[in-house]
């Protein structure tokens, strides 16, 4: 394809050209995976505030045995780590909802689905939307398999080599992103934070969620084992949801910091316009 007004013909996608960048399944997924992981997360804090406290091991209920608590005291409402103890007065642990009126909940009520706290109506809401997000990813994975994208997520030898990699880390803390057609392919760092998230984090909290179905344990006593404990297996989950929210945190970041709608548009029909070249 030749530039307008040129007959010197291109080899390839210039700055400024449109290309398809994202597969079908992929899109599909995406937004499928969007809206699971938000209703898993509020539910699962509402799960949570039945009782916020969490152990390592087979056992777990009072206070001085967790690693993480949130509670409050009085007109205080604190965060505690380990032998760490923050004040989150407002936020966690005793905060006003809309009418003013002070709870001592772990997290607040617009955060919770549903927001009433209400145990049961939270459990169904995560089963159901955690089944919808496994079955996802079990499609997707063999959708990516066929159409390579799980190739294309695999960085090469000299893409991990410590030169690269550092100059990478660079770029992006510089908010230097790629233009023209390097913007077609995924970097280093996108290729193992995806990565990371689909082949590691994704399957982990699926795991550990089903640890903490007494059903699929009698079924699988094996998830016990590989968690340590059903104590175990719910902070490994309540670790990993943690990471995928950073992730996701991050991730629109970088959205919004190198052209959302652009993005946006990519991950509905698939077309992105590549970034011009700097100079042009």
Same mark, same amino acid.
Request: glycine share 10%; hydrophobic share 50%.
């Given at each position: 394809?030749?530039?307008?007004?040129?007959?010197?013909?291109?080899?390839?996608?210039v700055?400024?050209?449109?290309?398809?960048? *994202?597969?079908?399944?992929?899109?599909l %997924?995406? %937004?499928?995976?969007?809206?699971?992981?938000?209703?898993?997360l509020?539910?699962?804090?509402?799960?949570?505030?039945?009782?916020?406290?969490? =152990?390592?091991?087979?056992? &777990? !209920?009072?206070?001085?045995?967790?690693?993480?608590?949130? $509670?409050?005291?009085?007109?205080?409402?604190?965060?505690q780590?380990?032998?760490?103890?923050?004040?989150?007065? $407002?936020?966690?642990? =005793?905060?006003?909802?809309?009418?003013?009126?002070?709870? /001592? %909940?772990?997290?607040?009520?617009?955060?919770?689905?549903?927001?009433?706290?209400?145990?049961?109506?939270?459990? +169904?809401?995560?089963?159901?939307?955690?089944?919808?997000? !496994?079955? &996802?990813?079990? #499609?997707?994975?063999?959708?990516?398999?066929?159409? $390579?994208?799980?190739?294309?997520?695999?960085?090469?030898? +000299?893409?991990? !080599?410590?030169? *690269?990699? @550092?100059?990478?880390?660079?770029? *992006? #803390?510089?908010?230097?992103f790629? /233009?023209?057609?390097?913007?077609? /392919?995924?970097?280093?760092?996108?290729? @193992?934070?995806?990565?990371?998230?689909?082949?590691?984090?994704?399957?982990?909290?699926?795991?550990?969620?089903?640890?903490?179905?007494?059903?699929?344990?009698?079924?699988?006593?094996?998830?016990?084992?590989?968690?340590?404990?059903?104590?175990?297996? /719910?902070?490994?989950?309540?670790?990993?949801?943690?990471?995928?929210?950073?992730?996701?945190?991050?991730?629109?970041?970088?959205?919004?910091?190198? &052209?959302?709608?652009?993005?946006?548009?990519?991950?509905?029909?698939?077309?992105?316009?590549?970034?011009?070249?700097? &100079? +042009?």
């Amino acid at each position: 394809m030749a530039e307008q007004g040129s007959t010197v013909p291109r080899a390839g996608p210039v700055g400024g050209d449109v290309v398809r960048r *994202h597969h079908a399944a992929t899109r599909l %997924w995406h %937004w499928i995976n969007f809206a699971a992981l938000l209703i898993l997360l509020a539910s699962g804090l509402a799960i949570f505030n039945a009782h916020p406290m969490l =152990y390592w091991g087979t056992d &777990g !209920a009072y206070p001085e045995d967790a690693w993480l608590l949130v $509670g409050s005291v009085g007109d205080a409402g604190y965060l505690q780590i380990g032998e760490r103890t923050v004040e989150t007065t $407002g936020v966690l642990g =005793y905060w006003a909802n809309e009418k003013g009126e002070m709870r /001592r %909940w772990a997290f607040p009520e617009w955060s919770i689905l549903p927001s009433n706290s209400n145990l049961a109506i939270a459990r +169904r809401w995560h089963l159901t939307f955690g089944w919808l997000f !496994a079955l &996802g990813l079990g #499609a997707f994975l063999v959708a990516s398999l066929v159409n $390579g994208h799980l190739r294309a997520l695999l960085p090469g030898r +000299r893409e991990m !080599a410590p030169r *690269h990699l @550092l100059g990478c880390c660079r770029d *992006h #803390a510089m908010l230097r992103f790629p /233009r023209g057609a390097e913007a077609i /392919r995924y970097n280093v760092l996108q290729k @193992l934070s995806y990565l990371a998230v689909i082949v590691v984090l994704i399957p982990v909290m699926i795991l550990t969620g089903l640890a903490m179905s007494p059903g699929i344990v009698a079924a699988w006593p094996w998830l016990l084992d590989l968690f340590g404990g059903r104590q175990s297996a /719910r902070s490994v989950h309540f670790i990993v949801a943690v990471l995928l929210v950073l992730f996701f945190l991050v991730h629109i970041l970088m959205i919004l910091l190198s &052209g959302p709608l652009n993005h946006l548009r990519s991950m509905i029909t698939g077309g992105y316009r590549l970034p011009k070249e700097r &100079g +042009r």
